[in-house]
T-cell receptor, first 114, second 114 residues
Framework: AQSVAQPEDQVNVAEGNPLTVKCTYS??????LFWYVQYPNRGLQFLLK??????LVKGSYGFEAEFNKSQTSFHLKKPSALVSDSALYFC????????????FGGGTRLMVKP | DAGVTQSPTHLIKTRGQQVTLRCSPI?????VSWYQQVLGQGPQFIFQ???????GRGNFPDRFSARQFPNYSSELNVNALLLGDSALYLC?????????????FGPGTRLLVL
């Protein structure tokens, strides 16, 4: 079975500071990893994904994520946070042995303060 | 280009009633997936369809059913509604439903069961 953990319910960061939102996963096969962002009363917006290759993945709006196979992690990062980055962030995984089901973590609320 | 569209945006039903939610995928996408997002949680996979056939089913009771039409749009039906079915229902589309593909989400239908 595949699973995702986002250990922090909320992350607080000052505008201009770097941010990290943590994600760890568990799969039986090879993982396909995704990050999505959700603004209030909206659906999910795709940020980036890791399929294979370079462990550092760059995505939309200046976000990037680092795949670490030994630590089974896929943390989301941004060098300089903006107030407009405040939202709910979801990490998701698909196992190449487990069909097409996308499994999401519980979400992390990012609060960026001016 | 239009993204994934869903209708209605909001819906109020009473226990025991039945509901039908609709989804139109991004043009050119042939796979549609449905997710349930209960307040404060990450989305949970319900179904995936590709070329009108069910490709995957999550851990939901038989009260939940879906279908995909020749134009690749989809409907999710929920019978005998329970209070616990109150949630945001998200539809996502992808090109062919493959594991490494990105799923693009619609804005969701918010269902309230009284």
């Amino acid at each position: 079975a595949q699973s995702v953990a986002q250990p922090e319910d909320q992350v607080n960061v000052a505008e201009g500071n770097p941010l990290t939102v943590k994600c760890t996963y568990s799969v039986s096969g090879n993982p396909y990893l995704f990050w999505y962002v959700q603004y209030p009363n909206r659906g999910l917006q795709f940020l980036l994904k890791y399929i294979t290759g370079d462990n550092l993945v760059k995505g939309s709006y200046g976000f990037e994520a680092e795949f670490n196979k030994s630590q089974t992690s896929f943390h989301l990062k941004k060098p300089s946070a903006l107030v407009s980055d405040s939202a709910l962030y979801f990490c998701a995984v698909r196992d190449d042995n487990a069909g097409n089901m996308l499994t999401f973590g519980g979400g992390t609320r990012l609060m960026v303060k001016p | 280009d239009a993204g994934v569209t869903q209708s209605p945006t909001h819906l109020i039903k009473t226990r025991g009633q039945q509901v039908t939610l609709r989804c139109s995928p991004i043009s050119g996408h042939k796979s549609v997936s449905w997710y349930q997002q209960v307040l404060g949680q990450g989305p949970q996979f319900i179904f995936q369809y590709y070329e009108k056939e069910e490709r995957g089913r999550g851990n939901f009771p038989d009260r939940f059913s879906a279908r995909q039409f020749p134009n690749y749009s989809s409907e999710l039906n929920v019978n005998a509604l329970l209070l616990g079915d109150s949630a945001l229902y998200l539809c996502a589309s992808s090109l062919a439903g493959l594991e490494q593909e990105t799923q693009y989400f619609g804005p969701g239908t918010r269902l309230l069961v009284l």
